[in-house]
């Protein structure tokens, strides 16, 4: 019973381009929301975040949307970057100090 | 810099043989995590220790335990490795409390592989 999914494992874009990755969760407790990037040998490294009571958060090139009633969350870089060809992980919060994570989207920029 | 450190980065280990994954940290958070990560899957969380205190998903066999000795050390301890243990092992911490997002600050990684 996955609570968190990405449906979408791998994106391709041109640099320049918006990179749009999605991420669905299925229970409304969550109170946080959380962007990892990962590089390969390296470990995720936290990106961006967003609270259950906001439906924007805007960090550089970073955007992170919340759709409550849908129960959708994603994330928009603009413009990308080759340096953003990485595994994308959601995560989501629910009370106490545990993450569940999705299943990760694999970004490739094209220069 | 402070950071996460994991040890080995890479573990070859036989069919049943028991193995310890270490991991340490100089960020001096309170809580500790580790993780199991199989191919083009979601990191599953096996437990963690706030403090001193551990905690165990539900789904997390037997096969799995955790050591804590103090606050900048954590072991994974595999009794007895099978095939279907073969994954990448990632370490984590966070300050704690249940404020905010709780940023968990991830090592590289152990990457287990059994023969």
């Known amino acids: 019973d996955q609570q968190v999914k990405q449906n979408s494992p791998s994106l391709s874009v041109q640099e320049g381009r918006i990179s749009i990755l999605n991420c669905d969760y299925t229970?409304?407790?969550?109170?946080?929301f959380l962007w990892y990037k990962k590089y390969p040998a390296e470990g995720p490294t936290f990106l961006i975040s967003?609270?259950?009571?906001?439906d924007k958060n805007e960090d550089g090139r970073f955007t992170v949307f919340l759709n409550k009633s849908a129960k959708h969350l994603s994330l928009h870089i603009v413009p990308s970057q080759p340096g953003d060809s990485a595994v994308y992980f959601c995560?989501?919060?629910?009370?106490?100090?545990?993450?569940?994570f999705g299943g990760g989207t694999r970004v490739l920029v094209k220069p | 810099d402070a950071m996460v450190i994991q040890n080995p980065r890479y573990q070859v280990t036989q069919f049943g043989k028991p193995v310890t994954l270490s991991c340490s940290q100089t960020?001096?958070?309170?809580?500790m995590y580790w993780y199991q990560q199989k191919s083009s899957q979601a990191p599953k969380l096996l437990f963690h220790?706030?403090?001193?205190?551990?905690?165990n998903e539900a789904d997390t066999p037997d096969n799995f335990q955790s050591r804590r000795p103090n606050t900048s050390f954590c072991f994974l301890d595999i009794r007895s490795p099978g095939l279907g243990d073969a994954a990448m092992y990632l370490c984590?911490?966070?300050?704690?409390?249940?404020?905010?997002?709780?940023?968990?600050?991830f090592g590289p990684g152990t990457r287990l592989t059994v023969l």
């Open positions: 984590a911490t966070s300050r704690g409390g249940d404020r905010g997002h709780n940023e968990q600050f």
């Open positions: 229970n409304s407790m969550f109170d946080y």
């Open positions: 967003i609270s259950s009571i906001k």
């Open positions: 995560a989501v919060k629910a009370a106490g100090n545990k993450l569940t």
């Open positions: 960020l001096n958070h309170n809580v």
């Open positions: 220790y706030y403090d001193k205190d551990f905690n």
